[in-house]
């Protein structure tokens, strides 16, 4: 698909929107938002909406470096609100994933968003609400977002890794020639 230009008056009305939408999403951590940071809820939304990634997979889906990606991660691993597994095709690849603590905040800050865009959307007349829904759907479809109604059902925690026997460490000297 050819990008085309994009019409003035469009980007200055999506920009207005989206301080309106940045002030929601922020009062929508509501308690959550003195732990968690913008970023950090937003890798949270990508692991719930695309299941366990790896690494570099969540580092190019929220547009910053591995590392950054990585720093991120250690911060909500601290916080329990994500864990780390190794993938078992690829003992050396390491996949992040939500914990249930992880999906809480997400869910429990989604809840809270939509009652706040419900009353946003509430001082509309309904053909303006369907108008605005028709062109925000296309411009999130535009951005790759995906719907909550596509998100991946919560999944199973990831399987222990099989504990490995460890050999007995070699005893020095022989017991043959002893009496």
């Known amino acids: 698909m050819t990008e085309q230009v994009a019409d003035e008056a469009a980007v200055d009305a999506v920009l207005t929107a989206s301080r309106t939408l940045v002030a929601v999403a922020t009062r929508s951590l509501g308690a959550a938002a003195e732990d968690t940071t913008i970023a950090q809820y937003r890798a949270l939304v990508v692991l719930a909406s695309r299941?366990?990634?790896r690494m570099t997979d969540l580092a190019a889906a929220l547009d910053v470096t591995p590392s950054t990606a990585g720093r991120m991660c250690d911060r909500l691993l601290r916080k329990g609100l994500i864990r780390r597994?190794?993938?078992r095709a690829d003992r050396r690849a390491v996949q992040v994933s939500l914990t249930a603590a992880g999906r809480q905040v997400v869910d429990?800050?989604?809840a809270r968003r939509r009652a706040l865009i419900a009353g946003i959307l509430g001082r509309l007349p309904?053909?303006?609400?369907?108008?605005?829904?028709?062109?925000l759907a296309?411009?999130?479809?535009?951005a790759g977002e995906i719907p909550d109604s596509q998100w991946p059902a919560d999944p199973p925690p990831p399987p222990a890794a099989p504990a490995r026997i460890k050999p007995e460490p070699a005893r020095s000297g022989s017991r043959q020639g002893r009496s």
Do not use: N, Y
Not at 126 to 135: D, G, P, T
Not at 138 to 142: G, I, V
């Open 51 to 53: 299941g366990p990634q």
């Open 85 to 87: 597994h190794r993938v």
């Open 108 to 110: 429990q800050a989604t």
């Open 126 to 135: 309904a053909r303006q609400q369907s108008a605005v829904a028709s062109a």
């Open 138 to 142: 296309a411009f999130a479809a535009a």
